[in-house]
């Protein structure tokens, strides 16, 4: 037994604010839970293999706490181990918005004083993909989370084309209106569909000429501003984006493209 | 049929009664506009319950090539099943051999000779009865292999594979029926169902799903029937007799021995942009043979929760339920292979939301006492965060269980993720297991407190439903669709995906199967 | 208090009042035995009342000193309060300035003139008093926070924080009461309940729980104070008032404002083989702080059922809970303040288990209705899989909502595995809460079915608990434990730790915490 | 879209059944569950940083699918990424178990003929820890999941001290009763203190000059063999353990020792 006996313990933080390990239990100890499935028997190799796949990890003290037979051929492990290695917040690549967060009138006002028109706006879930919540959240009226969605603004035109437009009917569609903002929705990525869907309209757009003249932007909840720039989109917003979030960033784009 | 016990609502019989008129009204006025309309998708279902199957060197499917080749020919009109009677009758060849000789150009149905119309009709009803004598078959072995076998008590779980490639999806499946799910559905890979044609052979490649082809069905099939053997009680399968190739599949199926279906009067037209007319013929044909198959067909209510609010928009789901459920009848299946989707999708923080979910659930359960309804999980409101989200799922077990479900689809807490790894589905499964299990015979020691919150709450439902389907049976079911009645969808009764394959039949025009089944279905 | 809403089961009154009648006789007739005996644990508990606290040079804490110096000069047996009361008279100074004179040397009991009898008590019982001034104050300031800041409707959810290190336990508690906790317990370190001294200072050492000391109990109460206020609610603080020491830490909880502690009648004899007379003189006095202090205390019944099996062993716990019930009453307890322990530990693969976990956890709400029973999660069935501990803990969040517990401790997904983990904590709590809200009035919609499962076993528990109730009564509460009536557990009287420090009280034995607490607790 | 058309597809598992990767939804494609808590308020630097952490741990694809936070300072991450690095099977050390599993009838009759006399068994749970289900369910004739304890044998004579015993009162009464074989039972592991009490044990076996004259076993959840022989044990028996299986393995030790 330790007991600190008559002098009060005054525990310091071993490591300085800027470099972190994960935090289970105590400051430092870099706990982190893995789970997952091997093709292998329930039985002592396949556990002993299960803590190879935590040691890979670079998890130290790695422990297999459950190993649960999925059928005769599968084994499914839960796992506690330490990662001590340090994330070093200093050099973290955070993709910073490069848009500040406005209100609707402020939009309203910006693009009615400055631009004379609304911008206009086509938006489509394209490909295969069905998944229209999350584009109508960001452009119909209603909106999201109680924050209204684009087509309540005077500063846009929103053209909604709906669910599994295919690529070339959105360029077509933008010619035709002479879009300022293209808006593309992907909500399947299994096996990565959204990737190659989003790239085959970025090559589109180029090889129609008309990649220069719209602001190009994607939103799904696997995306992310930085996955979207990656892929040769202006923008891209992730899981839990409020429509007035990609007001904001329009307005601010389209105008400083048109320079005015 | 599992039973909720003791727990039952006080409801008006009269406004019930109510529902169920304006239910069969509102199918019967759709069937009386749609009568003189056949569909590309019906014919090609005809040309394959007449057994062709296979594609063409540019790997287009039969049925399409015999379809497109009487489209150009303008024999159309007249139905397959007369055109095929005739070829056969001419070249003495099955109607395989017509196919097939069609497809490499050797026969041209305009340049063969009429016959009596007498002798065409004998001909198509002789091939319609070989294959009604085919699916017939494959009932009696479902309910052979289901009585030597067993099943499991109810709910039964219902889990789905979505690997995209068949191989995997069977041993995914074999796994997960090793862990206890009772039933399997391979889940269509994105984009079939704006298909006018089934793929033909096994695939490898869906994405979110995988393809539904016939050797797919077939692949599974054998895989779920040996897994069966191993565990001694009868796994069912699951596919999607929806979207544009909605008859074929319902033929697949048949084939095949499915034993559930995905197969909704209005899911189409709501969710895929399918025109109007040819969604709600394709559906009555599908239907006539899925009841002949004994499969239980699913209705997709479910999917309006996850589109609209859940706690608003009880009615319309209910009321759909009762326009799915006499479509269904009219189609000549029994209540007992009517399998009306629900689904638990209230906000789970809003205070007493398992009590809504409850009055619901006994709602549906009450209503249509007859019918197997599929209970689908939790799944808009989970996002990342897996662990509540199989917490969530717990509880939707729970309520599954107490109001006396049939179809038990297992909510996975990776919902919000992927489609679900195999570990999932374990996890997920064995929590449903448990709850099952835990909780036998909960629903006999529960009675309602009358004119409490679940009870109140139902009979307001319930009202609010028979309002709904008075308005649709007063405007007719294609203008309800047009002001976006259900799921908050609008449709244009003449716009929609597949509307160019619909056509008028001709005064000729012949369906053995039609004939057979409307009088089969009579005598159900 | 919660309520389980119009679940009643019918139970027979009469077996209620015999089972109270006997819990009573246990409770009364053990303390007529040991009415003659104190031990060196109340002794320390008067000199810690006293004001005495701090540590000699070798760490040794003060009332230890005191009771040493007593002990070895013979003083013992008359108590700590009259040789406490004479050393002030004759220094003029407080007690603690005799026990740091005792402690460094300067001052020997022995060597103190006596003085009249009756200046000595007078002396004692205005030290007392102060004390028991120095505990209502906070009491007060609890009762005056609570009305200010507000506290959760019930269920309360109940945490622990374990990390063994007080700093980074006050983290986490402040982190638990953010995300939802009400209630935070510190528990100890392995291996301090054995420890015949409470350790002085805070501390950061401890194994699988962290150190109960005055300082830690200080330094959590600050913390939760802050928390506090900034969330606007009370979050209530508990340790364990057992082992040992446990007056005296009722009597630093007393004066720490913690609001909730385990203490149980019988715990150290079961669970620690603690000596028997021990352990009953040592609950008794600490009970009688823990009234005075307006702190709940929890019962530890939920042992037993991590202990043996949970199914077969119901009576057991319901008997138990009646005597720990009467053993608090008589040190002057209102049932307000009587959390009596209980569990949901039945084999969750047993079928039917949840309306097993029901009925018990139904019977004992109804059985002691002003108590604010204290539900335990879940934890020997648990392993490593985390994800089916999860779900396992979700149904019991149910039962606790449904069943109308008011103390609800959060069982942790991880509990097979560490002490919660911040993360685990977080994610428990938010399930909790989540089928807290989403069930409210759940009970007031269902109504028991009479003569099913939930009621007969119910009613048969109760009689079972009856009979075990009889027959300590007739063999007495020491030959019961002989033989092993409580949690499979046999002690010996006469064995056990601690055994020597039971003493004899003389003739001039003087204690005036029992003389005032025992006549104010008629009052109650 | 992608059709196999008129040619069935068969997939190969392209990589030999000795190297395998984690298993999600497909063969080979490494899925692996991670969950942990860094000390950041949660936002887009958390997030950034818990996507670090992935990488540390060597997963490819990191996504964080749901970032939580735990109060003010404290973020929780759930993820999925990656892990292709395989483990090799060939290469795989299982700590194999050296004995083989015994009926009790075979146990009882080997003792009877070769020994003549029961085996004597000291068991405790040491130091501070008070749990003694799992020693009770080896050593005590109740047993564990339908499988009797020791004292079901005849041929074993056990002393189940019980919990909370010392290292030197354990050490003294093997001495006293000569025993053949200790057990000890620790379930408390709470920053190691298990491997603490469980070394200390074999110092002071060693100081006494009693190790070689016992066999000594240790278990517990967190307990394996191959951690027990590390911490200088005769063997190791971790959660499941049956009592059965422990009786087997002391019968053939023993009987091994003493050359019988
Ligand atoms: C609702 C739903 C459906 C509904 C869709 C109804 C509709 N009208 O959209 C129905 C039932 C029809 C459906 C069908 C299918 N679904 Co679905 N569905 C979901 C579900 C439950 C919720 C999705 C959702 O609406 N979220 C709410 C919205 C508001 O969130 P969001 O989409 O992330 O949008 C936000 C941001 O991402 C962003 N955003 C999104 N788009 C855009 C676009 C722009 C320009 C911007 C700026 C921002 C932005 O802003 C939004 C607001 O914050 C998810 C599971 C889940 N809980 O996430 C599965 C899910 C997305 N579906 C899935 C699948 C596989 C399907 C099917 C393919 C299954 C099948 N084979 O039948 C089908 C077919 C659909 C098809 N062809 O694509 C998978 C996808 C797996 C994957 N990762 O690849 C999921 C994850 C379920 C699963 N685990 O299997 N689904
Ligand atoms: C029951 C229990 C208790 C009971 C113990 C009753 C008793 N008489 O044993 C009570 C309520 C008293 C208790 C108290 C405490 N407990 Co406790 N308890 C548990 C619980 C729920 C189950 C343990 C159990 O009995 N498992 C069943 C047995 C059969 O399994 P087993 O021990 O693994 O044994 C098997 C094998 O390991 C092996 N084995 C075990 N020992 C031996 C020995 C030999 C020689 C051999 C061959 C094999 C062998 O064979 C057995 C059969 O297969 C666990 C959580 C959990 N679900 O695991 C927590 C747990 C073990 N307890 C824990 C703690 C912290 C405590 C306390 C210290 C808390 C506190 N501060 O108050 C106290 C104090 C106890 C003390 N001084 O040590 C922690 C330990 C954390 C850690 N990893 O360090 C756990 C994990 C809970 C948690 N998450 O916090 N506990
Ligand atoms: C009734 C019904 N049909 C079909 C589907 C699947 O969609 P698709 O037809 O696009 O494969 C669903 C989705 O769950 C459904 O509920
Ligand atoms: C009533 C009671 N007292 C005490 C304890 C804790 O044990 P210890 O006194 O060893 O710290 C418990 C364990 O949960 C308990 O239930």
């Known amino acids: 037994m330790t007991v600190d006996g008559a002098n009060p313990a005054t525990e310091k933080r071993e490591s300085p604010r800027r470099k972190i390990l994960p935090y289970g239990d105590r400051h430092g100890d ?46 499914f492990f839960v796992g506690y181990g330490k990662l001590l290695r340090p994330v070093d917040l200093d050099n973290l690549k955070v993709a910073k918005l490069p848009w500040e967060k406005l209100d609707p009138e402020t939009i309203n006002k910006m693009v009615r004083e400055r631009l004379g028109r609304p911008i206009i706006v086509v938006g489509a879930a394209t490909g295969t993909d069905a998944h229209t919540i999350g584009l109508d959240a960001i452009l119909n009226y209603k909106g999201y989370a109680g924050d209204h969605g684009l087509e309540a603004y005077s500063a846009f035109r929103v053209v ?3 669910s599994q437009v295919e690529n070339r009917d959105l ?10 903002a293209v808006l593309v929705s992907q909500v399947v990525t299994q096996r990565n569909v959204h990737i190659s869907n989003l790239t085959a309209l970025v090559e589109l757009l180029e090889a129609e000429g008309l990649r220069d003249d719209v602001v190009l932007v994607c939103g799904g909840p696997r995306l992310s501003h930085a996955l979207a720039v990656e892929l040769g989109y202006d923008a891209g917003f992730g899981p839990g984006t409020k429509p007035s979030e990609v007001a904001s960033y329009l307005v601010q784009e389209v105008l400083k493209r048109k320079g005015v | 049929m599992n039973s909720p016990g003791r727990l039952r609502l006080n409801l008006d019989p009269g406004t019930v009664a109510a529902c169920h008129e304006s239910g069969q009204a509102i199918a019967e006025k759709v069937w009386k506009e749609l009568e003189g309309l056949s569909t590309v998708a019906v014919e090609r279902a005809v040309a394959r319950l007449f057994g062709i199957d296979g594609a063409d060197s540019a790997g287009l499917p039969l049925p399409n090539v015999i379809v497109d080749a009487l489209s150009r020919s303008g024999g159309l009109e007249d139905g397959v099943a007369i055109h095929l009677a005739k070829a056969c009758l001419e070249t003495g060849g099955e109607p395989q051999d017509v196919a097939e000789d069609v497809a490499c150009g050797q026969l041209d149905f305009a340049s063969i000779p009429d016959r009596p119309r007498r002798e065409l009709e004998d001909k198509a009803r002789e091939l319609a009865r070989r294959a009604i004598d085919r699916i017939l078959d494959r009932r009696k072995e479902r309910e052979e292999l289901i009585s030597r076998l067993g099943q499991s008590r109810q709910p039964w779980l219902y889990v789905i594979v979505a690997t995209g490639n068949i191989y995997e999806d069977t041993i995914q499946a074999r796994m997960a029926a090793s862990q206890g799910a009772d039933i399997i559905a391979v889940i269509r ?34 895989a779920l029937d040996e897994e069966s053997e191993k565990l001694g009680r009868y796994i069912r399968l699951v596919n999607y007799c929806s979207g544009l190739c909605m008859p074929e599949i319902a033929t697949m199926g048949a084939f095949e021995r499915l034993d559930v279906m995905l197969n909704d009067a209005m899911y189409g037209i709501l969710f895929r942009d399918i025109n109007m007319e040819r969604t709600l013929i394709d559906q009555r044909f599908s239907r006539m043979i899925n009841g002949l198959s004994g499969i239980i067909i699913n209705t997709g209510e479910d999917n309006y929760l996850t589109t609209v609010d859940a706690f608003h928009h009880g009615p319309q789901v209910l009321a759909s339920e009762f326009i799915n459920l006499h479509f269904a009848r009219m189609a000549g299946i029994p209540d007992e292979q009517i399998g009306l989707g ?24 009450q209503c249509f006492p007859n019918c197997p309804v599929k209970y689908m999980p939790p799944t808009v ?7 509540f989200a199989h917490a969530l799922d717990t509880m939707y077990n729970l309520v599954a269980s107490l109001t006396g479900q049939s179809i038990h689809l297992v909510g996975m807490l990776t919902e919000a993720v992927h489609t679900p790894f195999l570990q999932d589905r374990f996890l997920s499964i064995q929590s449903a297991k448990y709850v099952r299990e835990a909780s036998r015979g909960l629903s006999d020691n529960f009675s309602l407190v009358p004119e409490e919150l679940i009870e109140k709450r139902a009979q307001s439902l319930l009202q609010s439903a028979k309002e709904v389907l008075e308005h649709v049976k007063d405007t007719g079911l294609f203008a ?32 053995p199967f039609e004939e057979i089944l409307s009088s089969r279905s009579k005598a159900f």
Chains 1, 4 share one sequence.
């Open chain 1, 30 to 75: 870099g706990m982190v839970q893995v789970s997952f499935t091997l093709e292998l028997p329930d039985g002592p190799e396949a556990e002993e293999a299960g803590r190879q796949v935590m040691k890979l990890m670079g998890l130290t003290d790695p422990q297999i706490v459950s190993s649960e037979p999925l059928g005769p051929s599968f084994t």
């Open chain 1, 160 to 162: 909604n084309m709906g």
């Open chain 1, 171 to 180: 360029v077509a569609k933008a010619r035709e209106l002479r879009a300022d």
């Open chain 2, 189 to 222: 890979s994105t984009g079939q169902s704006l298909m006018d044609f089934v793929p033909y052979g096994p695939t490898t490649e869906g994405y979110g799903g995988t393809y539904a082809t016939q050797d797919n069905f077939r692949l599974m099939r054998k």
């Open chain 2, 342 to 365: 629900h689904a638990f999708q209230i906000d789970p923080w809003l205070e007493s939301s398992l009590l809504y979910e409850i009055s619901m659930a006994l709602l549906v359960r």
């Open chain 2, 381 to 387: 409101h989970k996002d990342g965060n897996i662990f």
């Open chain 2, 480 to 511: 309800a669709i047009e002001e976006g009645v259900f799921a908050g969808v609008k449709r244009d009764r003449h716009g929609g995906r597949g509307r160019e394959g619909v056509f008028k039949k001709s005064a000729r025009y012949f369906n």
